[in-house]
């Protein structure tokens, strides 16, 4: 039997957190998230489990006197905010990281299916949109928590190949998604190119950024001592350096500064950002670092 990407138990711990966006989109509803209790011209699409907070208003009391447990009616309102989350499956996703650890690859589609679970329980509807030098066949999730099984098989389904080109994807992605909305980037953002002025160009198109970045531990300091041969996962040139612990931090020193940029550009364009090692746990990422851009 095939390995679930996330377990039950760590699924029913998402029910409570939420995909939020900062930004008001015109012609849009909501500036943040669209409520879904019962109204007028409110569909009805699922049951979740209540919470302590949530409002009495929406809960099934029909249901309550039936099971005694308390479930919270569902509705879609629209128009809705598009939310795209692009997962890097270029193969730099799988070099970085160190044995004990998953690699970034294995990572980011664990965490693309809890985002994805986040936004269906809510009843948003997610593009799971993989990319490396272009845009691949993407996969809408949409319709409930019910339809979860296929965007985990989607994304269990995903192999990482190619090498990055952020350029190239973006001018893709501006073309093919005229309409704003929320671009949830999961991705080492490791290009051989600049990744920062296309970044900057989705930003320019009224897009909100929320970026995840990823790295192994040896991303961010890499090990070893001496002359080494190295080997580039995407294009397979090799590098041949001497390192030592001068040079192994002014590496680390320039990584961060990388990801310091990163930040700026998120947060100077209204947008968030996060960023971890693989080595922690996923759920700690979760209910850490990323839940803590998300205001959840």
Not at 230 to 251: F, P, T, V
């Given at each position: 039997m095939t390995e679930p990407l996330v377990d039950r138990g760590f699924l029913e711990r998402l029910e409570r957190l939420t995909l939020h966006w900062q930004k008001s989109f015109n012609g849009l509803v909501g500036g943040h998230n669209v409520s879904r209790f019962s109204g007028p011209g409110q569909e009805f699409l699922d049951h979740r489990n209540f919470h302590s907070g949530d409002d009495l208003r929406a809960v099934n009391w029909r249901a309550f006197m039936r099971f005694e447990k308390l479930f919270l009616k569902m509705f879609q309102v629209e128009p809705r905010v598009p939310v795209r989350l692009l997962v890097d499956v270029s193969a730099s996703m799988t070099a970085g990281h160190a044995p004990k650890h998953m690699n970034k690859f294995d990572y980011a589609r664990k965490l693309a299916a809890a985002l994805v679970y986040i936004g269906l329980v809510r009843l948003d509807s997610i593009l799971l949109q993989p990319f490396s030098s272009k845009l691949l066949d993407p996969f809408m999730a949409s319709g409930g928590r019910h339809r979860f099984q296929p965007a985990?098989?989607?994304?269990?389904?995903?192999?990482?190949?190619?090498?990055?080109?952020?350029?190239?994807?973006?001018?893709?992605?501006?073309?093919?998604?005229?309409?704003?909305?929320?671009?949830?980037?999961?991705?080492?953002?490791?290009?051989?190119?600049?990744?920062?002025?296309?970044?900057?160009?989705?930003?320019?198109?009224?897009?909100?950024?929320?970026?995840?970045?990823?790295?192994?531990?040896?991303?961010?300091?890499?090990?070893?001592?001496?002359?080494?041969?190295?080997?580039?996962?995407?294009?397979?040139?090799?590098?041949?350096?001497?390192?030592?612990?001068?040079?192994?931090?002014?590496?680390?020193?320039?990584?961060?500064?990388?990801?310091?940029?990163?930040?700026?550009?998120?947060?100077?364009?209204?947008?968030?950002?996060?960023?971890?090692?693989?080595?922690?746990?996923?759920?700690?990422?979760?209910?850490?670092?990323?839940?803590?851009?998300?205001?959840?």
């Open positions: 985990e098989n989607f994304l269990r389904g995903l192999t990482p190949a190619g090498k990055t080109n952020y350029l190239e994807m973006t001018r893709q992605f501006l073309s093919e998604y005229p309409q704003r909305g929320l671009v949830i980037f999961i991705s080492d953002f490791l290009d051989d190119g600049d990744c920062f002025r296309p970044l900057q160009y989705i930003a320019d198109f009224g897009h909100e950024l929320l970026f995840v970045q990823l790295w192994g531990e040896e991303d961010r300091v890499p090990t070893g001592q001496g002359e080494m041969e190295l080997s580039d996962a995407e294009s397979g040139e090799l590098l041949k350096i001497a390192l030592d612990e001068a040079s192994r931090q002014s590496y680390t020193a320039a990584f961060d500064e990388h990801a310091a940029s990163l930040r700026k550009l998120s947060i100077r364009n209204g947008g968030r950002y996060a960023g971890f090692s693989t080595s922690i746990p996923l759920e700690d990422a979760m209910f850490g670092p990323l839940m803590m851009v998300q205001g959840n």
